[in-house]
Structure formats: C-alpha cells, structure tokens
C-alpha cells in the first residue's frame, strides 16, 4: 500500500503500546510492544519529507531518516531496510535505546510545531525486525580478502561496529574482551527492559558468521600485553569504554550492603542471560539508589522488578536539572520508585553493615561557568533514610590506560580519556581509539558512529601499508 506524506495534519503521533507498569515490573521484558506494519507505515506518513530534515542533522549517524520514513510509508520495507542499515550498524539496538527526544526526534520539525515529532525510532526498530524475520539481514561476506589484520581492544558497540566495516573491506579482525560475552555496555550494562539480550547476542552471532574472531577472557594488559598485541596485528583500535565507578567519597562507603551501580546491574544481566546469581539481590529490602543518570535510573527499575520492599532515588538536584532522561524518570514513577530531589548524601549509616544514608536538603544557588545552579547544603536539615542496599551510581570515569597497557607514550586528555586526532589515530602509530575511552560516558549511537570512522581510518592506514610493501 502506497500512502501520501505529510498526513501529520490529521494522523496524530502514537508511540507503540506500553505495557503497564503493575505488568512490566514483574519482569526484564522490554516495556514496548513493536509497531505493526499499518500503525508504522502510518505514523511514517506523517513526516513532511523536510528540504533540510533537523532529524537527520541531530542523527549522531546521520541517518537518512526522511527517505526510510517515505519507504516505509509505501510498504516498501526491504528498500527502507537497505536505507537504513547503509548508515547505522545496529538500528534496531538505536531504535530501543536512543535517547531520542535529545536527538533525532526532538528536533523533528513537528515537533518544534507542536504536532508531535514522528515517532522515528520506533519506525527504525520496526524496519530492522521486519529484516530478521524476513531474512533480509544477512552476515557480511567480503569479496576477497585483504591479508591484513586488525585487533579491536573491546567488544561494546565500537568495537562491534568497527569490526563489521573491518571485515566488510575485507581485513581479518579480532575482537578481544576481558568478560565471557562480547557487546560491552550493549550486554552487561544496560538492562533487558530496555534492550533484551537476545538482540545483542543475534548481533553478535550475525558478525562471528561474518569471520570476525572474538576472544573472550582476555584483558590486553594482563592475559595478553599491548606490546603484543601490536605485534600480532597490522592495526589496532582501543574500544574500551569507561569503567572506573565514581567514588561516592562519604563516611561508611565501605560497609557491606554499598554497592558500585555497574556490579548490580551485571549480576541481574547475567540472570537474564540464564546464569544464577545469588548475590546483589534487592528483593525484600529497602534500597536507596544515589545518583540521577541514566545509570541510576537503570538500577531503580532494577530493584523494583526484583521485588525490592521500597526503592528511593536521592539526586541533588531538583527534576528539571537532572542529566537522567525525562522519559526514564516517567517511567521509574510509574512503576514505583520514589524520587527525594534535592538531597545529597552524608554518610552511609550503620556499624557493620549499611543500615541507612544520611543525607542533607539543598537549594540551588548560584550558577557556575557552565550556566548551571550549583547545589548549596541547608544546614540543619539532615535525615536518615532507612536502607540496607545502597547503590551508588555516580557516573563512571576512564581507567588509566597508558599504566594498563605499559604505553607511556599513549597521549591522554586531563579528563584521562585517549586522545585522537581526526582520523581517530592516536599518538601511537597505528593504533586507534574510539567510543566512550575518547569521549568519556557517552551514547551507544556516538560509540557506532566512532567504531565506523575509526574502520575507514583503519583500512585506509593498513591498505597504505599493503601498497608501500608491494613496491
Ligand atoms: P563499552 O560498551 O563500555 O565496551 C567496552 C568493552 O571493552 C567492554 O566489553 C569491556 O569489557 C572491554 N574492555 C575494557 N578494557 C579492556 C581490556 N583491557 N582488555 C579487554 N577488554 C577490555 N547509551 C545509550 O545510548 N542509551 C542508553 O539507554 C544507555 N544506557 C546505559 C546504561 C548504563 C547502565 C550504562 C553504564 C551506560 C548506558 N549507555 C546508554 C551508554 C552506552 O552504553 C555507552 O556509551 C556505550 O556502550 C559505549 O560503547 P563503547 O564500545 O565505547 O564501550
Ligand atoms: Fe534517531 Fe538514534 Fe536512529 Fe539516529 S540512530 S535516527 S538518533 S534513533
Ligand atoms: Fe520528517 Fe520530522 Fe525529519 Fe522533517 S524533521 S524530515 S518531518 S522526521
């Protein structure tokens, strides 16, 4: 069926159903259903087809929105999925989890008009899993091979996404990762209600069929040293990401019952994946979630669908300062959590073990260089919340990689992430770097984009070698 464009005139915005949150808590399911072909193929048809698309501009990837849009509105999903996947290496992963209100469909022309943006991400996933049933999406195979070989250092989505471009030209790639599953952040970071596992690990069997080698158990700087990395391969690419947890720095820090936001959520991860983990459990108890990003929003939603007995966010900040997503936070509220803004913790109560935090209010005073309102204690306005699980998500910073890897000479910024120059090549000859360990915690679209810059860097570099041996 063939539908006109610009339809936003009478077709108004509709997400994909949500289940309800006394539903969705009970388990690790993603909380959307999918879009059906006449419900995406309509809320397609509502784009106005833009001469200049701010969508596609506020695409990390650049992605060539209004076209799909357009196919999918003409049921012509195969060439909507060719259009697509030309641009971004996992779209149903971006369709999922993309904060798309900062990014493609926050700055949709319709919705600075105030009809309500198209609902471009979840058009995106439905294209993509409209191609795995179909069979459209295929393992790479390349044409021929390169006699080149690169090592990809980490298997999150730069990684990943560098790796399917490698072996697309034709090099042969090795993906090494310290964990016993390839996909990073993509698998032990980011929780099954908003990506199952299964569609990563369909990714990552996908790229393995391609003849990409993955080595898992295997941390560069430990099992296996830089220096012979470097040896084994003609190229290498640092895709680490950022995991040193950010120290909550209070009294009682290290009393049993505190935990780093990251372990949590990778037990709870691993469950999911089938294993059994008894630990890091919040059934039952009172938890008490420090932090509002992304991440503590992740670990709320956590505890709350493993049975917590009460579950409480203390942020800082007021609402409207927080760097979480509003979305997230919507959806925290529904299912139960319990938001105490304007707050900071003291110290963590308790002799042998966490038995509550201790905490402050705030006000917002002045703003500093960045324009934001720092928050100033009220004194006299301490109170305990009661907890026996303390979770503390306060954001992750770089490790010290030039000390991992025994590289002095690996340049890094004052913030402790690799430094680049533009073809992503760092201060080290032929090796590159990508993702959140250049950038510092960031996004899964960024860290895709990055892997597959970094693969045209790459093959570029290794194709000047394979010609200057051939004179
Ligand atoms: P990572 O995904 O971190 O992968 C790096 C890999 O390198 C890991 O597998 C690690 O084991 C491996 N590694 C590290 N050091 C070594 C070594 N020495 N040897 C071998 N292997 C090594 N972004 C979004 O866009 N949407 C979201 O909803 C979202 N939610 C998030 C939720 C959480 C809890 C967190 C922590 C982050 C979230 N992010 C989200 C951010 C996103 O996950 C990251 O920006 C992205 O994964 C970065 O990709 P990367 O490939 O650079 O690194
Ligand atoms: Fe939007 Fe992300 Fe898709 Fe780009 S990749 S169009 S930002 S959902
Ligand atoms: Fe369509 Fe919105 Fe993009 Fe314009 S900005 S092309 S209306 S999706």
Sequence with gaps: ???????????????????????????????????????????????????????????????????????????????????????????????????????????????????????IGAV??????????????????????????VGIVGGGPAGLAAAEALRRKGHAVTVYDRHDRMGGLLIYGIPGFKLEKDVVERRIRLLAESGVRFETGVEIGGTVTFAELRRRHDAVLIATGVYKAKPLGIAGSELPGVHAALDYLIAQN???????????????????????????????????????????????????????????????????????????PEAIAGKDKAEGVKAVRMHLGMADASGRQSPVAIEGSGFTLASDMVIAALGFDPEDVPALFAEPGLKVSKWSTVETDVALMTSLDGVFAAGDIVRGASLVVWAIKDGRDAAESIHRYVSAKSAQAAE
Aim: aromatic letters at 6%; glycine letters at 10%.
């Design 270 to 344: 691993r469950r999911d994946l089938g294993e059994t983990v008894a630990e890091l459990n919040a059934a039952g108890k009172n938890v008490v979630v420090i932090g509002g990003g992304d991440t503590a929003m992740d670990c709320v939603r956590t505890a709350i669908r493993q049975g917590a007995r009460s579950v409480k966010c203390l942020y800082r900040r007021d609402r409207a300062n927080m760097p979480g997503s509003k979305r997230e936070v919507a959806h925290a509220e529904e299912e139960g959590v319990e938001f105490v803004w304007m707050a900071a």
């Design 1 to 119: 069926m063939s539908r006109k464009m610009l339809q936003f005139t009478h077709l108004h915005q509709r997400q994909p159903d949500k289940r309800g949150a006394a539903e969705r808590r009970k388990d690790f399911g993603e909380i959307s259903t999918a879009f059906g072909v006449p419900q995406a193929g309509e809320q397609a048809s509502r784009c106005e087809q833009c001469g200049i698309p701010f969508c596609s501009i506020h695409c990390p990837l650049g992605n060539n929105v209004p076209d799909w849009l357009m196919l999918v509105a003409q049921d012509r999903l195969e060439e909507a999925y060719a259009v697509s996947s030309s641009t971004n290496t996992f779209p149903e992963i971006c369709g999922r989890i993309c904060p798309q209100d900062r990014l493609c469909e926050g700055n949709c022309v319709l919705e600075q008009s105030l009809h309500g943006n198209v609902t």
């Design 124 to 149: 995106e996933k439905h294209i993509t899993e409209t191609a795995f049933t179909e069979g459209w999406v295929r393992p790479v195979l390349p044409g021929a091979e390169s006699g080149r070989s």
